[in-house]
Structures are given as C-alpha cells and as structure tokens.
C-alpha cells in the first residue's frame, strides 16, 4: 500500500476529481468514486476491488477506517481544503474511495426468481432508489439498456445507501442482446413471464398472478417503455390509482409493483 500526500491541485488530484464528475473518465480508467461509510463497508464485503482511499490530513480516523487502510492499492492523504471540494457533504465523510468496476458473472438464481429491466433510466436518484428498493425486495437481477444515467455515477451509488455493491446489474447493449435474454430466461425459468408496466391497461397490479418467475419491464421517466420492449411483453399491469392522478414517480411505482410481487410470494 502506498500513501501519496497532496496539498494543493495537481495532476494526481484533477484525476481524482475526474473519476468523480467525468463519465468518460470512468469509462476509461474502470474506476468510481464513493462516498459514505455505508456504501464502503458494502463494497469491501461484496468483494469489490479498492483502488484508493481518501482522507484529510487532519482527520482523526476511526477505528474502522484504520483497519480497511491496507486493502487499498493507493492511500491519497489531502488537504481539509481539497477534501472538502471533492465531498458532497457539509460534514465531510472521514473516508472516500475509488473502486474498480466488475463484471457480474454466474449469477446464482432461486427456482422463481423476480428481475427487473429498466429502460433508459435518467434520472440518477430515481435510478439509485431503484437500485435500493430491488435489493431490499427481492430482486435477483437488474438489466438496464439505451441511453441512460451512468451507473457508476457517484449521485446514483450514494442514493443506494450500499445496495449497488449487492445487486448483480447488467446492461443490455441492443434488442438482440435482449432477445437472446428472454430466450435463456424462458428456457431456464418454466412459465417465465415478461411483464410490463403500463397506463394503457385494465389489469391492476394487485389483480395480477406474480407466482411465476417474472421480469418487470420499467420504462423511462417522461416516456415511458420504447416500442420494442412492449411489443416482447407478455402482459401489462398498472397502479390503480385515485380518479385525476394517472402517474407515480418511477421509483416509487417500481417499488409499489416490486412490493406486490413480494406480497403475492409471502402471504
């Protein structure tokens, strides 16, 4: 482990700040910026490679700070000055890290799994609570596909309070990618149905049978599911809703179906 000392804004640290607010960056280097202990001690029990630590030279680390020091290939020490510019918060984390990115391999599925699709996700807190509320009810794995909210982004991670290092999530590169999905989906899960949400419907959420292996397509914020993914659908669903409110939030709606689902299962 080797600890670099930076005082003021050089090359070293315009390359942190980079990781933190440049997609292409990230891209590029495989790495992210996290903030929040939750969020780290996540990453270092799920296996996630750490790259750097970062603290201020003033900072009197915890106990638990001290201890994850050495799992690090890189320990950055900064001035209060440039740490305060690189955290979000007004009590500035003791901790912040850079994480490498990984491939989700061999995902290991229950007999009836729920999966979760969304597409072209843009907002980046909509997509973290997403992200939050599939692990907290069961979801096995999130796909996400088009041109969408970077995922590593550090607004997203942070809005998962953790759950993004426990979620195996996977991007769909194009409707064939997709198409081949379902095929190996249908052929492992007997009885697999593709469900989508959708205004333009009479089937209610709570009416719906959930008891099969099930994938719940999620549509963009302002518009909705593309063509494509509705024309693969088997079977739509809605929130039924007080009469004049016709729309929920996509977190929130996500998280009302993913709740059904859970509660069909358990009770």
Known sequence: MKTINIGKENATFQQILALKENRNKRAQTKLFFVEGVKNIKEAIKNNWEIEAFIYSVETNLSSWAKSILLKAKFNYILSPEL??????KDNISEILALIK?????????????????????????????IIRSCDALNVEHIYYSGHSVDIYDHNVISATMGSFFKMPITFIHSNNEF????????????????????????????????????????GNEADGLCKFYNDIADYFVKISMKEGVDS???????????YEINRQRNF
């Open 179 to 218: 198409l081949s999905l379902i095929k190996e989906l249908k052929n492992n899960f007997k009885g697999l149905q593709v469900v989508a949400t959708s205004l333009q419907t009479n089937n209610n959420v709570q009416n719906f049978d959930f008891e099969k292996p099930t994938l719940l397509l999620i």
């Open 101 to 129: 990115m990984k491939q989700i391999n061999n995902v290991q599925y229950s007999n009836n799994p729920i999966m979760v699709l969304l597409d072209r996700p843009s907002k980046k807190g909509n997509l973290g609570t």
């Open 83 to 88: 740490m305060q510019k690189l955290s979000d």
């Open 248 to 258: 929920l939030n996509i977190a929130c709606a996500t998280t009302v179906c993913l």
